[in-house]
């Protein structure tokens, strides 16, 4: 029983994004092999990158996760916005207007 309970915690784990992303859109994608997590709104990017990293992968992964923030939201990252590390960023974007 006890392992049937940590089971149903462990699948509920999975990207989760910040409060302000709550009503965001979300797009799971695929880089370099490593799975990562967008969530995007008109003024706002989280990228969450999803799995095990090890030390030595850390900045091409953090490279990565900003080169899937206008692939992903067609936006441009504004200069100096993205905080956070390798596991987790987030930026301010500027969107053309449809």
Known sequence: MKALILILILSACGAQ????????????VMKNARQYTVFYT??????IRL?????SEREDIRADMEALIPQVTNCK????????????IRASITCPHA
């Open 17 to 28: 994004p910040a409060p302000e992303f709550f009503n965001a859109t979300r797009v799971d």
């Open 51 to 55: 799995g095990y990293a090890k030390k």
């Open 77 to 88: 990252t504004r200069e100096n916005s993205i905080v956070g590390d390798s596991g987790e």
């Open 42 to 47: 008109e003024k706002r990017v989280e990228v």
